[in-house]
C-alpha cells in the first residue's frame, strides 16, 4: 500500500453479473492467491483485490464476447480484443464503493513489543490461575461435624438453638463447634 494512497482502506462489493463462475482459470486471481466467484454472488473485499477481480472479469468477458479469428482474413494483426475505456466501464459494473475504514495509528516496534508483552503476561496470569488450588476465606471452609457440615458462624448458631444447646452468640465460630461435638 502506498503512502498516500486513498483508496488503500476503502471496501468494495465485488458482483459477478455474469453467466459463468468466475473462477482462477479465468484470472481469478489477486498476488498468486486464487478466488471463486459463483455467478450472481456478491462479495465484500478490499479495494485493491475487488479492483484486480473487476479488471480481470472484464477481460475475461470480453475475451469470451470477441469474435474468433477469420484465417482468411487479409488483416493477420487482427482487432483488438477491448479499449481502456471499454475495459473501464465494464470493470466498473462490478464493483461498488461501500465504505472507507478509518486509518489504522501506527505503531512503532516499541509498542508493539510491548503489547506482545502484555499478552504474554496475561496468558502466564491465566495459566497460573489455573494451576494454582482455590483457597476460601476462613469463614468460607467448611467444617464437619460427623455428617454435618457448617459453612458458617450463623449455622453453627442455627444448630446450637435447634438441638437447645446453651451458648453465646459472641463466641468464634470454632469454639461454638466444640459445643456440637
Known sequence: MDKNNPNDFKVVEFFNSTNFDFTP????????????????????????????LAVNLAKAVLIKGAPSHDPNSNNPIGTPIWS???????????LTELYTETKPISMSQTDILMAKVAELEKLFQDKQKAVEPKVESKEAVAVTDGAKTYQ????????????????????KKEELEKLLA
Open 25 to 52: 482459470e479465468l484470472g481469478a486471481m489477486f498476488d498468486g492467491r486464487p478466488f471463486f466467484v459463483s455467478s450472481g454472488e456478491k462479495r465484500q473485499y478490499p479495494y485493491h483485490v475487488g479492483h484486480r
Open 84 to 94: 481502456e475505456e471499454k475495459l473501464e466501464s465494464l470493470k466498473k459494473s462490478f
Open 152 to 171: 458458617d458462624k450463623a449455622e453453627v448458631i442455627l444448630e446450637l438453638e435447634k438441638r437447645g444447646i446453651v451458648h453465646d452468640k459472641r463466641k
